[in-house]
């Protein structure tokens, strides 16, 4: 009976770890170790400091792009298009209305808030990296 309780558990804890690390694996991007921190309210970062700003950063796969929703709430995601990642012209710019991430080569187009898939050819979402803001600085991390 102990025994099997203890097998229980192993497969329990096992099946958590998994599901914890889901924002390292990803179906088609590699992971790349992104921890930085920026202070959104400062004058350099002047696109956060509104309501659905944005700001372009180095590291991840092909950058990380920062979004602003409101006062508490910002989104992270890797510039690599899920479909052509490793194509060194595809990028991912906002939309100009937005709410949208472009990819310059396939023409994919992603949600800003979760990474979706809008239209593809792209059948992946994007690689979202964690973020956590205190309202003085925002850290940045995977």
């Known amino acids: 009976m102990v025994k099997y309780r203890i097998v229980i558990v192993t497969l329990l804890m096992s099946m958590l770890l998994l599901m914890s690390c889901d924002n390292i694996n990803h179906p088609t991007i590699p992971y790349k170790r992104v921890d930085f921190t920026i202070y959104p309210n400062d004058v350099m970062y ?9 700001e372009y950063f180095t590291g991840g796969v092909n950058g990380v792009v920062v979004y602003r ?3 508490w709430s910002f989104y992270a995601f ?12 595809s990028w991912l710019w906002m939309h100009p ?3 949208m991430l472009v990819d310059s080569c396939c023409g994919s187009v992603f949600n800003i808030l979760d990474g979706s898939v809008i239209s593809g050819p792209a059948r992946y979402p994007l690689r979202q990296y964690y973020t956590r803001y205190d309202g003085w600085q925002l850290r940045v991390y995977n």
């Open 46 to 54: 002047y696109k956060l400091n509104t309501y659905g700003g944005y």
């Open 97 to 99: 209305n937005g709410i």
């Open 78 to 89: 890797d510039r690599a298009c899920s479909f052509d990642w490793d194509n060194p012209d």
């Open 69 to 71: 929703l409101d006062e």
